[in-house]
Antibody, heavy 121, light 108 residues
Framework: QLQLQESGPGLVKPSETLSLTCSVSGGSIGRSTYYWGWIRQSPGKGLEWIGDVYYSGNTYYNPSLNSRATISVDTSKNQFSLRLRSVTAADTAVYHC?????????????WGQGILVTVSS | DIQMTQSPSSLSASVGDRVTITCRASQGISNYLNWYQQKPGRAPRLLIYTASSLQGGVPSRFSGSGHGTDFTLTISSLQPEDFAIYYCQQSYSTPSITFGQGTRLEIK
């Protein structure tokens, strides 16, 4: 059974960079037909798609983040990561990593449990 | 962006009740509509994809329907484990997906 687990700091200061990693077990990111991505959840904005990465490094991002997000992949470690620059209190949320199917029948079929990240000084 | 609007925002029901949740898209999305269930402290779980296809392992009391802009999720006979928050999600504009705001299903 595929499992995804987020890790990273739970507290980030305003204007700094949020960095999270998702470790995948029970399946391989490499040579997969799926994209791997990040979705955040906050009381104010609900569920918001942040972006996705393919094992080749190809990426897509939500334009509403104004190019602040970068998602990268490390197939040797079976991990992918999120960096979100210049954070503010509005970026406080539970961040989920997920597997995102694009082809034929698009859906998200596996999610990590999520990690709460608070932006505060 | 395609906006997704769910109704109601919250709903109280009893075990054994039949429940319907509605999701409306701001533009036509064909049948590119998925439903998820989320329990407190847990990740969302895919229930239904492409409006009416049941994900593996999901009980048959869950069903979905709709096409274009209007969609429904129906639970035919509520069970105690069904009390949760339900989200719709459009996949028409993949990768730029969007979610509804959620419907909280509570025990009456």
């Amino acid at each position: 059974q595929l499992q995804l687990q987020e890790s990273g700091p739970g507290l980030v200061k305003p204007s700094e960079t949020l960095s999270l990693t998702c470790s995948v077990s029970g399946g391989s990111i490499g040579r997969s037909t799926y994209y791997w991505g990040w979705i955040r959840q906050s009381p104010g904005k609900g569920l918001e798609w942040i972006g996705d990465v393919y094992y080749s490094g190809n990426t897509y991002y939500n334009p509403s983040l104004n190019s602040r997000a970068t998602i990268s992949v490390d197939t040797s470690k079976n991990q992918f990561s999120l960096r979100l620059r210049s954070v503010t209190a509005a970026d406080t949320a539970v961040y989920h990593c997920a597997r995102h199917r694009y082809q034929l029948v698009p859906f998200i079929d596996f999610w990590g449990q999520g990690i709460l990240v608070t932006v505060s000084s | 962006d395609i906006q997704m609007t769910q109704s109601p925002s919250s709903l109280s029901a009893s075990v054994g009740d039949r429940v319907t949740i509605t999701c409306r898209a701001s533009q036509g999305i064909s049948n590119y509509l998925n439903w998820y269930q989320q329990k407190p402290g847990r990740a969302p779980r895919l229930l239904i994809y492409t409006a009416s296809s049941l994900q593996g392992g999901v009980p048959s009391r869950f069903s979905g329907s709709g096409h274009g802009t209007d969609f429904t999720l129906t639970i035919s006979s509520l069970q105690p484990e069904d009390f949760a928050i339900y989200y719709c999600q459009q996949s028409y504009s993949t990768p730029s997906i969007t979610f509804g705001q959620g419907t909280r299903l509570e025990i009456k």
